[in-house]
């Protein structure tokens, strides 16, 4: 504790009083993420500027105390949560968009910018910043590159890596590396800046990041697609991805997501016959080729005997149905309050085989369960939902055993894009390679041989 006190002091002197907050409100503000744990730190720094993050990093391994960066707290996986106690780093104030330059299209930015921010400041210059995690609205920069996030858009657009250009990283021991910089193609050495993005804030700390802005796209549709029969979504969904349309995003929701979320019966569309899924498609690019895509999206829909479908050109009434998409997760709250949120990716031929065995066992165990998320990559967002925390608290290990079981076994992902954290340290070993564990383990020794930044992650 003396040592703590100690390391708290010297931050105050070098970074300055008006940064560093130790009482109890500040802890406690800060020992949260979306899972309903709670874990406090010693103390809390929001620097100004990559300097600041050089003298927190170096006090930090001076007095050998854990550090842990934090965006907006949004993780689903306890990614920014301080296992050890120690300093927890806030982004907050290092959320300067430095520059956007339109020639090699990129955007220069600190770590705590909110990702809709740059994309509204992108917007202002013709371009766009594809990778969307439904917490785009307050999730940060250097949030989405640790958890390498991933968003509504990934299926033809792809995910936060493929948009990372170049980085600055401070490591635990203060030294600051230089990696990329404004070109999309380089070979030269070892891949670091995709081995930090990703890594859940083990490695280094992001102080900037150069994304990749690509051309707007000019004109969006969609396409809403009701089932009546439970999994014949994934037989249609197959027939769009094979036909050589490429949609932007196609989202999928269950029978209990739909009887949670109440905007849905405001849609005639959803009220002519009972549903047990709905899908949406959409399509980006100029007019005409996504004009072109409808037709071949309807020619699917026709083969497959769908009728009751709809598409949209105009662009507030696409708005009002993604309104639908984005209401399911706080819907669900009416069903359960308390929820275990697993994240996984499947093998599309093996969705129907996964889904029917996992809900399965909900049905035999009496637990309401609601599935939702990426059909277009596969990823879906399985929901176990409980009245009470303790009921979640019993029930947790004997859910996450079986989900990782049967998605191990349908060649799945334990995580298609919140990552480990803590939630999941316990499983990542079951899906990973021996040698590719060691490797892991000796990377990061060798980029944090104390085992001080963000302790407790990834691995038990
Ligand atoms: C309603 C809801 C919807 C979501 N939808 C999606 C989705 O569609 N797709 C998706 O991928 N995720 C989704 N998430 C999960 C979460 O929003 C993402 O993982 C997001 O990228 C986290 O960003 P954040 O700023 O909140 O980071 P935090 O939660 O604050 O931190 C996440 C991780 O990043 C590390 N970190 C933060 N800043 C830095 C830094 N500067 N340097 C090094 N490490 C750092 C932290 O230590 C932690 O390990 C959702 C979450 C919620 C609550």
């Known amino acids: 504790m003396m040592e703590t006190k100690k390391a708290i002091d010297r931050l105050i002197d070098i970074i300055g009083r008006d940064k560093v907050f130790s009482d109890e409100g500040y802890l406690s503000a800060y020992s949260y993420d979306s899972t309903n744990i709670f874990l406090k730190p010693d103390v809390v720094v929001f620097p100004t500027c990559e300097g600041d993050v050089i003298n927190i990093l170096k006090t930090a391994s001076e007095f050998s105390l854990p ?30 968009i430095k520059e956007i330059d339109r020639v090699n299209m990129c955007a220069v930015v600190e770590p705590g910018v909110v990702t809709s921010d740059l994309n509204e400041e992108a917007k202002r210059f013709g371009l766009y910043y594809p990778p969307d995690p439904s917490s785009f609205r307050v999730s940060t920069i250097g949030g989405n590159i640790s958890h390498n996030a991933g968003g509504i858009h990934a ?64 004109c969006k549709a969609l396409v809403v697609i009701p089932f009546e029969r439970e999994y014949e979504w994934i037989e249609t969904i197959q027939h769009i991805l094979q036909s050589g349309v490429l949609p932007c995003s196609i989202e999928y929701m269950d029978s209990m997501c739909i009887s949670a979320n109440k905007r849905v019966s405001e849609y005639a569309i959803f009220n002519k016959q009972k549903i047990e899924s709905i899908v949406f498609v959409e399509l980006d690019g100029n007019r005409k080729s996504v004009e072109f895509e409808i037709e071949k999206i309807k020619g699917i829909l026709n ?114 894009e919140h990552g480990i954290g803590i939630l999941k340290r316990n499983y990542s070993e079951k899906e990973l390679d021996a040698n590719a564990i060691r490797l892991m383990k000796e990377i990061k020794k060798i980029f944090d041989p104390k085992g001080l930044l963000n302790p407790g992650k990834i691995f038990k």
């Open 67 to 96: 550090v842990v960066a934090r965006g907006a707290g949004t993780s689903r996986s306890g990614g920014p949560l301080a296992t050890r106690g120690g300093i927890l780093i806030s982004f907050t104030k290092m959320n300067r």
């Open 303 to 416: 083969l497959n005997n769908r009728k009751d479908y709809l598409s949209s050109l105009d662009t507030s009434e696409i708005e009002r149905f993604w309104d639908i998409r984005r209401d399911i997760s706080p819907s669900l709250n009416s069903v359960g309050r308390y929820r275990i949120a697993d994240d996984v990716s499947i093998p599309l031929s093996n969705l129907k085989p996964a889904m029917i065995e996992l809900k399965d066992f909900a049905k035999e165990n009496g637990y309401r369960i609601a599935v939702f998320g990426h059909a277009g990559d596969s990823n879906l967002h399985i929901n176990y939902l409980f009245d009470s925390q303790s009921d979640m608290e019993q029930h947790f290990e004997k859910i996450m055993d079986r989900i990782s079981e049967v998605v191990l076994r349908y060649n799945g992902s334990i995580s298609g």
């Open 155 to 218: 299926v033809k657009y792809g995910v936060t890596k493929n948009y990372l250009l170049g980085m600055r990283v401070v490591l635990m021991d203060g030294s600051l590396v230089l990696l990329g910089g404004r070109v999309m193609k380089s070979v030269v050495g070892y891949d670091l800046m995709r081995l930090i993005c990703g890594s859940e804030g083990t490695l280094a700390v992001i102080t900037e990041a150069t994304l990749r802005l690509i051309p707007r796209p000019e």
